[in-house]
């Protein structure tokens, strides 16, 4: 017999249970070993960085590459897929310096880089637990016993050799110049750094004076929004081209005293013309000159400052300085502020609210600041980047061209080097005596230079420091400071996880280019823009072909999820709440991967509630008659020709379904795919075919008709199960292999070792499937009007009529049977678009019709406003309207206005979509009788259920009621007996095993049952 699940089953119970049969039977190796001589699919895994815990967000991001990764095996494909470690760099160095308490550089090296970077190689896998826990526990399928990890040497040799290429060819540059400069971390960024760290702050934004040398009363007039870098201001600077000029003006009273001019003597101010606004009326201009005549004068410096690293400084009219700063707090602004003013040097203070780039990792506020850094020419082959970007596939479109596209036609040089110690060195080397520099692209070219390397080996400075080189001159070579930037490591991963070229050459040639990566948009000026720079570069093509762009995870209301604002979601508690299928079908199919997820616990539940609920429902109602009938599906298929018209439609409409998921998978839709499933699922194969067809499974007997309808939804769920898989991989599997291990109709022991549904042409009815559409769509109408009137579907009314054209008419007619059968109605009537019965008014849209019609949008207007009820249906049913207004010939569409329909006394009236249906709700004793038996049937099976009794049980019942109700019942007996599976029925009480007291519309009514 089938498996039977419950509906009530514990969901994340259930995915715990199937973990353990996933492990023991080691599905996913199963799932790889099967494609084995299968076509290549490869996606590249972007490297999370362990020493941090992973968060909801993760979940999202990984739900995306799993999706993908099960959808192309089942299509098909050896799908490969390492996973990754990101151990280098700034995240792992900052956590290591809390644990230890060290706040700056200086410190670190008084720690010693050894010990540090020993602590720092322990710390990069602090929480791999957790993220190896999370990975299993959310279904994400990739190779964890392989990893590659970027603190490897042979990894880092990879990337060595790719210097070595850019080196070589004369793509490696040191230049100087000015960069912005994170103060806490010591070291400068590259310009796709920068982008990842930019936020809106609100600064003081201070006006001050600088007295000029050798000019009494004479003041430079400076703004600046970082007073705490007056401190070490060494220079201002002015625009040649820029006029300034020179105003005289008297300081109000209480100003002046201290350094400045003595109390109430004019002071003349030196400022750009076209900042003469902010001074007070009054202010007199007794000077204009370019701002070159400027050049050259000297200043009095605002506070007395030793600066042990001049050489390092920048004249900027916003001071930058050298390491002698770095302890000064921008907290100090309030103290420099007062002092300042207390002085009478401070002019004006606002506050001044602009974007700023802030560090990626320690989001400190960033300088610039002008320096020696390596450099990578990337402007040179810019053009390239841009020629490849336009071979890849977007998803969406839109990020390529736009974010990624204008990223790459504004490219910058890329500053590779930084200041740092736990990292990839980079692997330049400078003669002491002649200067010479070159770079190393192996360990075998260190050895073979006669190098001593560490043992054991070990690429990270302090050790690599120590290696020498000897030049041709005769002088030592010494290896450079400087590390390698973070990103150009995870941007080597494509052959550096494979220790190319070194070894795996084979290997490398069939991983690249990567046919699938996805990561979050931050990522276009992150991983995304690396991996396309460096791949450009080295095997001048793209690295990768297809690419998700996800957005950020947002908490309900919009708002950053953040620990200071107490809105995160630990994802090991929500995975333990509602399970990991309902998590990963909210997160994808709520809304487009590309735009901002609103992260909902409620909507969670509701997807657990609505999707998975419906599919348990849907799995447990064929099993439960399968397993009464003894259905195995051993029998011979019932050819679908022979099968009943609405078996036709739902094979129909489930390979349309199939073949519209598979078209949104293959263009990176997974959104659209995880809807159309569930729509299927919910509104067609539940709502509709299984409940309409629930006679058809209680009859007794055998018979061709039955068996078609357990072989139509057997055939249904199967495909739902495939299609379902690869966004929720637990519960469609639990179902798949329910279904295989009875009927063995495939041989596989679970839904992702099988082969993706596939849509049978030759199925699909477009014909059949509009029927059933217009029959849907009527229904949906008249159950909106009686539940604007709280009419019960279960009483019947006389009749609906409805405005047609020839061809809404005639699918109509097709399906009158299961449209009166379906809204409780006795008869449809076709009636004229003039008919009084429906009136239909149309009000203009003008936020449409404005931009459209332009000066005559007002005659229009009131065009639209005198059109009659059948022009108006005319519009709602075909699109247009065709008129004239102030003798010029318009085309009125649908969207140009609103539609409303009226109701008259004693009919309802709904549109949509070109669809008008009118309601006859008037009753007749005849038809309240009848619904009154509806209500008894309904009360009845209520009861049956509650007291647990199977679905093929007969029953004796009994009642107690009004006249009125017992008339109801006793004129529509053998309905209510045949609905019921009643042998007898009979007024008055006795001892029947179950009673209750029940109101039916209004009456008091006692019923009894009683197993027969």
Known sequence: ????????????????????????????????????????????????????????????????KDLVCRYQTMRGFQVHRKAGWDTHGLPV????????????????????????????????????????????????????????????????????????????????????????????CGTPLSSHEVSLGYRDVHDPSIYVKAKVKGEENTYFLVWTTTPWTLISNV????????????????????????????????????????????????????????????????????????????????????????????????????EITADLKSRGLLFKKETYTHSYPHCWRCDTPLLYYARKSWYIRTTDYAPDMIAYNKQIHWYPPETGEGRFGNWLQENKDWAISRDRYWG???????????????????????????????????????????????????????RIPELVDVWFDSGSMPFAQWHYPFENQEIFKHAFPADFISEAIDQTRGWFYTLHAISSFLFKQPCFKNVICSDLVLDKEGQKMSKSRGNTANPFEVIGKYGADSVRWFLIASSPTWKPKLFDIDAIAEVQRKFFGTLLNTYAFFTLYANIDGFKYSEPAVPVSERPDIDRWILSLLNTTIASYIEAMESYD??????????????????????????????????????????????????????????????????????????????????????????????????????????????????AMRT?????????????????????????????????????????????????????????????????FGKLVNAVAKRIREMSSADVVRLDQTGTFFTEVNRTPVTISREDVTIAAQSIEGWLVESSDGLTVALDTTLTPDLINEGLAREFVNRVQNMRKDAGLSVTDRIRIRFATSDRVAAAVDRMADYVKSETLATHMTAGRDSAEHWVKWDIDGESCEIGISKA
């Open 788 to 852: 604007k009137t709280s009419l019960k579907t279960r009483q019947p009314l006389s009749r609906i009529a409805i405005p047609a054209s020839p061809e809404t008419r005639r699918l109509i007619e097709q399906m009158n049977d299961v449209i009166l059968e379906e809204i409780n109605v006795k008869a449809i009537e076709f009636i004229d678009e003039s008919s009084p019965i429906v009136r239909k008014t149309a009000n203009a849209n003008f936020k449409v019709i404005g931009p459209k």
């Open 670 to 783: 997974p959104t659209r795919a995880a809807r159309l499933v569930s729509n299927f699922t919910i509104e067609q194969l539940s709502n509709w075919y299984v409940r309409r067809n629930r006679r058809r499974f209680w009859k007794s007997g055998p018979g061709q008709d039955k068996t078609a309808a357990y072989q139509t939804l057997f055939e249904c769920l199967a495909a739902i199960t495939k299609m379902a898989a690869p966004i929720a991989p637990f519960l469609p599997d639990e179902i798949y292999r329910a279904l295989m291990a009875e009927t063995h109709r495939e041989a596989f022991d679970s839904v992702h070792t099988a082969e993706m549904a596939s849509a049978q042409q030759q199925l699909i009815n477009p014909e059949l499937e509009s029927r059933m559409d217009m029959a849907q769509r009527v229904v949906g109408l008249v159950r």
């Open 235 to 334: 220079a201002l600077a002015v625009n040649p081209d820029v006029e300034y000029v020179k105003a005289r003006k008297r300081p109000p009273p209480g100003e002046g005293r201290g350094e400045a001019a003595g109390e109430g003597s004019p002071e003349y101010l030196i400022l750009a013309k076209d900042r003469i606004s902010i001074l007070s009326e009054g202010a007199e201009v007794v000077a204009t000159f370019p701002g070159r005549d400027l050049i050259g004068k000297e200043y009095e410096r605002w506070f007395s400052f030793i600066v042990r690293d001049a050489e390092r400084l920048c004249p900027h009219t916003r001071c930058r300085w050298g390491t002698a700063t770095f302890t000064i707090p921008r907290s100090t602004d309030p």
């Open 1 to 64: 017999m089938f498996k039977p699940i419950s509906d009530k089953v514990s969901l994340p119970d259930l995915e715990k249970e199937i973990l353990d049969h996933w492990k023991e039977s080691r599905t996913f190796e199963k799932s790889m070993k099967a494609r084995n001589t299968a076509p290549d699919y490869t996606f590249y895994e972007g490297p999370p960085t362990a020493n941090g815990k992973p968060g909801i967000h993760h979940v999202f991001a990984r739900t995306i």
């Open 424 to 478: 990839t060195p980079l692997p330049i080397w400078i003669c002491q005596t002649c200067e010479l520099k070159r770079s190393v692209g192996s360990v075998d070219e260190l050895r073979r230079e006669g190098a001593k390397l560490p043992e054991p080996l070990d690429l990270h400075r302090p050790y690599i420091d120590a290696v020498t080189l000897k030049c041709d001159c005769g002088g030592e070579m010494r």
């Open 93 to 184: 160095e900052i956590e290591v310096e809390k644990k230890l308490g060290l706040k700056h550089k200086g410190e670190i090296e008084e720690y010693g880089i050894a010990r540090f970077n020993a602590e720092c190689r322990k710390s990069v896998f602090e929480y791999k637990d957790m993220w190896e826990d999370l990975t299993w526990r959310m279904g994400y399928w990739i190779d964890m016993e392989h990893p590659y990890i970027t603190c490897e040497n042979d990894y880092i040799e990879s990337v060595w050799w790719a210097l070595d290429r850019y080196f070589k060819e004369g793509f490696i540059y040191q230049g100087f110049k000015v960069q912005l400069y994170c103060p806490r």
